[in-house]
């Protein structure tokens, strides 16, 4: 696709982060394997070909596989739209997101994780539960359709990270997750009283509820809004089909 740069990598400040995602200059990049859609790692720096830069996740929005359950041209708004409840609950970590204009024309721009990437769930599992309770919630919450175990990235500093939401807030039951062990288990009531807390400012007209009715459809805001209401009622992980409700691949 572009020439990769040769230049040292920025450790940004979050708000630093946001304005060169925002703003930074493309040097280069290449395509990113395996993915159902086009996705790109690109480089961003504050300089054109000079200055620090960053690595990215770009996912433009006419590199989408058209889908028969998904409106067409949506899932890059749906990465935002889970990016903006993650920031409101303060919980799970998932990357700085945005939508802006690309090589390829508008699409999510995320900041990119420095991992291992053969690192994922099913290595995690047995040993970070009760960090990894906090993506089962949230899958719960947003409707996750995909799951997979390398949508867990584990980075340089032990810190859990949630990507990949392109398949999220769907009107009917999507989840698919590789995150069976949390089936009928009770959610932490640390979390429940994030939720509730949440459910306040999905239900008036607050910024976080303009913002998301740009971003999904009406329908769908309403049943996030009803998937949180049962959650706060019955605060349990429902018990899912392994026949059914898992991704493909697992991985």
Same mark, same amino acid.
């Given at each position: 696709?572009?020439?990769?740069?040769?230049?040292?990598?920025?450790?940004?400040?979050?708000?630093?982060?946001?304005?060169?995602?925002?703003?930074?200059?493309?040097?280069?990049?290449?395509?990113?394997?395996?993915?159902?859609?086009?996705?790109?790692?690109?480089?961003?720096?504050?300089?054109?070909?000079?200055?620090?830069?960053?690595?990215?996740?770009?996912?433009?929005?006419?590199?989408?596989?058209?889908?028969?359950?998904?409106?067409?041209?949506?899932?890059?708004?749906?990465?935002?739209?889970?990016?903006?409840?993650?920031?409101?609950?303060?919980?799970?970590?998932?990357?700085?997101?945005?939508?802006?204009?690309?090589?390829?024309?508008?699409?999510?721009?995320?900041?990119?994780?420095?991992?291992?990437?053969?690192?994922?769930?099913?290595?995690?599992?047995?040993?970070?539960?009760?960090?990894?309770?906090?993506?089962?919630?949230? #899958? %719960?919450?947003?409707?996750? &359709?995909?799951?997979?175990?390398?949508?867990? +990235?584990?980075?340089?500093? !032990?810190?859990?990270? *949630?990507?990949?939401?392109?398949?999220?807030?769907?009107?009917?039951?999507?989840?698919?997750?590789?995150?069976?062990?949390?089936?009928?288990?009770?959610?932490?009531?640390?979390?429940?009283? #994030? %939720?509730?807390?949440?459910? &306040?400012?999905?239900?008036?007209?607050?910024? +976080?509820?303009?913002?998301? !009715?740009?971003?999904? *459809?009406?329908?769908?805001?309403?049943?996030?809004?009803?998937?949180?209401?049962?959650?706060?009622?019955?605060?349990?992980?429902?018990?899912?089909?392994?026949?059914?409700?898992?991704?493909?691949? %697992?991985?």
């Amino acid at each position: 696709m572009f020439p990769i740069p040769k230049l040292p990598l920025l450790k940004l400040r979050p708000n630093e982060t946001h304005k060169l995602l925002q703003d930074g200059i493309f040097l280069g990049g290449h395509t990113m394997p395996w993915g159902s859609n086009y996705t790109f790692m690109l480089w961003l720096s504050e300089w054109e070909e000079k200055g620090n830069c960053i690595r990215v996740i770009y996912k433009p929005r006419d590199g989408e596989r058209p889908l028969s359950d998904f409106r067409q041209g949506t899932l890059f708004q749906r990465e935002y739209a889970a990016y903006l409840l993650s920031q409101e609950l303060g919980w799970p970590n998932v990357p700085t997101t945005l939508i802006r204009n690309g090589p390829y024309g508008i699409g999510s721009m995320q900041l990119y994780v420095d991992c291992d990437p053969r690192i994922t769930y099913f290595d995690m599992r047995d040993d970070m539960g009760s960090e990894l309770v906090r993506l089962a919630t949230f #899958d %719960l919450l947003v409707n996750n &359709g995909d799951r997979k175990a390398s949508h867990c +990235l584990l980075d340089n500093n !032990s810190n859990i990270w *949630s990507i990949d939401h392109g398949l999220t807030f769907h009107t009917d039951f999507k989840l698919r997750t590789v995150m069976l062990e949390f089936c009928g288990k009770s959610i932490p009531l640390s979390l429940l009283s #994030d %939720l509730k807390s949440l459910l &306040g400012r999905l239900t008036e007209d607050t910024p +976080l509820r303009q913002e998301l !009715s740009g971003l999904i *459809s009406d329908k769908e805001i309403l049943a996030l809004i009803h998937r949180l209401q049962y959650i706060l009622k019955i605060p349990i992980f429902p018990i899912l089909d392994p026949n059914r409700n898992i991704p493909w691949p %697992l991985v």
